[in-house]
């Protein structure tokens, strides 16, 4: 025999109470609202029993009555790789990852620091389990034990969106559809700033004791900080070291410095509005995005404006510049998406497993 679940207590149409009996034996605790309460349900199984990885779209709040629980937790950071079915698929909710993978998973994750973690709840204890986070579930025999679902983030956006009678139409909706950009612009900056410090990274370290005028490189500056450098560099020759880093395509101008880059522009201007055109779109991000940050230093917008017009030179340059920047953008947007929504492809079909079969939510 399996897991049994009853629902004792609902707010929600679609999900009827099927022992109304047993509603007034259980209440919800204090500092859930009324108008937050969503279910409360009662799980009990003879022998040992066990969900798969999953998470819910509303808080959770576990009480073991008798027996014990052992819950894995992982954080909604841990969505990339716990294998979760694609946002498209009929249980975009679940993991297809194994008991045993999802408990390694939450070892690796607690050793990192990222919140997982293995908890037991015993007989008399309680957990509270946040909207969005990863868990699975193992209950020892004869295990009983109630929950307490009641409203997260996302209802309130709904109720939000629905009751705001801002005259777009389509309740939650408009407000997911708000967030999804806000998560997406979010997770596309975090992901280009990142690729700017591995992209700066593997240009220092190519470029190591590689120069042949023995200059110390000067880091790229990235969101306005420098990394730090082992000496500080004497000022760079007029001309040699840096024609030589530009000569050398991206990775070359992705280790210049602002003012190194300055010299290689005055000094032939030409090839390097050349080298700046034929940079790949993740260098012309690293590139463009020192610029900016130089440039927000400048004393006054004078000073800004004279940066940008000595590095990017003329409008076809800048135009090009943009082009690449945002290219990059895109591409890392739809990594990102995929990474954390699933295959976007339009072959890949919605995977059949374990959570679409047994159903279990808890």
Excluded at 82 to 99: D, E, G, I, R
Excluded at 270 to 297: F, K, M, N
Aim: with cysteine.
């Amino acid at each position: 025999m399996e897991l049994s679940m009853c629902c004792i207590a609902s707010s929600e149409p679609d999900k009827p109470v099927a022992v109304p009996q047993l509603a007034p034996c259980f209440r919800a605790p204090a500092f859930i609202d009324e108008t937050e309460l969503l279910q409360i349900c009662l799980w009990a199984g003879p022998q040992e029993t066990s969900t798969n990885l999953h998470y819910d779209c509303n808080h959770n709040v576990l009480f073991v009555l008798a027996g014990s629980k052992v819950v894995t937790l992982l954080p909604p950071s841990a969505t990339p790789r716990v294998k979760a079915f694609p946002a498209y698929a009929t249980t975009p909710n679940h993991s297809a990852l194994s008991a045993h993978a999802a408990a390694a998973a939450a070892r690796a994750g607690a050793a990192a620091g990222d919140g997982s973690a293995r908890v037991t709840v015993a007989a008399g204890a309680a957990l509270f389990i946040p909207e969005g986070w990863w868990h699975q579930v193992e209950s020892a025999p004869r295990t009983v034990a109630v929950n307490v679902w009641y409203e997260g983030v996302r209802a309130a956006i709904a109720k939000q969106s629905s009751g705001g009678g801002g005259g777009g139409g389509g309740g939650g909706a408009t407000a997911y559809a708000y967030l999804l950009r806000c998560a997406a612009h979010e997770l596309v900056a975090a992901a280009r700033a990142e690729s700017r410090r591995r992209l700066l990274g593997d240009a220092a370290r190519r470029h190591q004791g590689d120069d042949q005028h023995g200059t110390e490189r000067v880091p790229v500056r990235l969101n306005g900080a420098a990394a730090p450098a082992a000496a500080p560099p004497p000022p760079p020759p007029t001309d040699a070291p840096t024609q030589s880093q530009a000569a050398r395509g991206g990775a070359g101008l992705a280790s210049m410095s602002v003012a190194e880059m300055r010299a290689a522009a005055a000094a032939d201007g030409g090839a390097w509005r050349r080298a700046l055109r034929a940079l790949p779109p993740a260098h012309a991000d690293a590139v463009t995005s020192a610029w900016e940050a130089a440039a927000a230093q400048a004393a006054t917008e004078a000073e800004a404006d004279a940066l940008y017009e000595a590095l990017a030179m003329d409008a076809e340059t800048r135009s090009a510049l943009l082009r690449l920047t945002q290219e990059h953008a895109r591409r890392v947007c739809l990594e990102e998406l995929e990474r954390v929504l699933g295959p976007l492809a339009a072959a890949a079909a919605p995977r059949r497993g374990s959570a679409e079969e047994d159903g279990i939510e808890m």
